[in-house]
């Protein structure tokens, strides 16, 4: 079975553009959750989502948004791109929405000069 | 005031030996409680999890759990030089799928 994948693996943007990363979950997966990765940190939630429904929103400004859609894959908006999210973007899924084991795709590697 | 507490290492071990890795959580509602390992420049991928407290044992992995002392530990036995990485704790509430993690321990395994 596939595991979850992400696109674009790489991406370069200036700041002050936006970005749409996207995210397909493990086949039988509802929720998808998001998470940037500072070099030298752990993952950092920024949402989760469920049934197409934002169930979980971490502490990040209004410049993140996302959705999900009826196939339950997912994309993370950034807006308004600042050199400090240069970071890993990782999308993880799940089978359900409340405690279950998440399973990280590759990650997409974003870099804002 | 931080989630999920890690010594960030290195923790360097010779070959065979056993690899102590320890986390701490500050959330008493914390429910469940996840190890991923991470090769550099790669993703997370889930080592074991644990649920209740006590040992779980999956191959040469044992994860302890104390929630009265909001302790989380993973042992490795008989470490291989492919099991350095960083290891990182994660914690979650069993209401929503959101995770802390632990900033991560870098283990290194000395052949």
């Known amino acids: 079975d596939a595991g979850v994948t992400q696109s674009p693996t790489h991406l370069i943007k200036t700041r002050g553009q936006h970005v749409t990363l996207r995210c397909s979950p493990i086949s039988g997966h509802k929720s998808v959750s998001w998470y940037q990765q500072v070099l030298g940190q752990g993952p950092q939630f920024i949402f989760q989502y469920y049934e197409k429904e934002e169930r979980g929103r971490g502490n990040f400004p209004d410049r993140f948004s996302a959705r999900q859609f009826p196939n339950y894959s997912s994309e993370l908006n950034v807006n308004a791109l600042l050199l400090g999210d240069s970071a890993l973007y990782l999308c993880?899924?799940?089978?359900?929405?409340?405690?279950?084991?998440?399973?990280f795709g590759p990650g997409t590697r974003l870099t804002v000069t | 005031q931080k989630e999920v507490e890690q010594n960030s290492g290195p923790l360097s071990v010779p070959e065979g030996a056993i690899a102590s890795l320890n986390c701490t959580y500050s959330d008493r509602g914390s429910q469940s409680f996840f190890w991923y390992r991470q090769y550099s420049g790669k993703s997370p991928e889930l080592i074991m999890f644990?649920?209740?407290?006590g040992d779980k044992e999956d191959g040469r992995f044992t994860a302890q759990l104390n929630k009265a002392s909001q302790y989380v530990s993973l042992l490795i036995r008989d470490s291989q030089p492919s099991d350095s990485a960083t290891y990182l704790c994660a914690v979650s509430y069993n209401n929503f799928n959101k995770f802390y993690f632990g900033s991560g321990t870098k283990l290194n395994v000395k052949p």
């Open positions: 644990i649920y209740s407290n």
């Open positions: 993880a899924s799940s089978l359900d929405a409340g405690g279950y084991e998440q399973y």
